[in-house]
Nanobody, 118 residues
Framework: QVRLVESGGGLVQGGGSLRLSCAASGSIFSINAMGWYRQAPGKQRELVATITSVGTTNYADSVRGRFTISRENRRNAVHLQMNNLQPEDTAIYYC????????????WGQGTQVTVAS
């Protein structure tokens, strides 16, 4: 089992920045990729950014150039630096982890709220 705990959400003005962090514990040796997803009110959960164990990254078009995902393998942590935040970035952000051999992300954090005021 893997436990994921997010931190760093909050309220920010449009154009501002936030940094989200996610700490993994438990069977961390089995983790391959990690990532961030978000879900806005009335919308489906969507991918924000992912990073593999060797550092390969992938971003949603809507955040590319504004958000940066990074990973600290020794600390079993993943971060999301969010710059130039816009009201449409308002959502609950979830940390996710993919176990080696799993089909998709099979571990999820409890989520952290990000609210961007216009």
């Amino acid at each position: 089992q893997v436990r994921l705990v997010e931190s760093g959400g909050g309220l920010v003005q449009g154009g501002g920045s936030l940094r989200l962090s996610c700490a993994a514990s438990g069977s961390i040796f089995s983790i391959n990729a990690m990532g961030w997803y978000r879900q806005a009110p009335g919308k489906q959960r969507e991918l924000v950014a992912t990073i593999t164990s060797v550092g390969t990254t992938n971003y949603a078009d809507s955040v590319r150039g504004r958000f940066t995902i990074s990973r600290e393998n020794r600390r079993n942590a993943v971060h999301l630096q969010m710059n130039n935040l816009q009201p449409e970035d308002t959502a609950i952000y979830y940390c996710a982890a993919q176990q080696v051999g799993a089909n998709g992300y099979n571990y999820w954090g409890q989520g952290t709220q990000v609210t961007v005021a216009s």
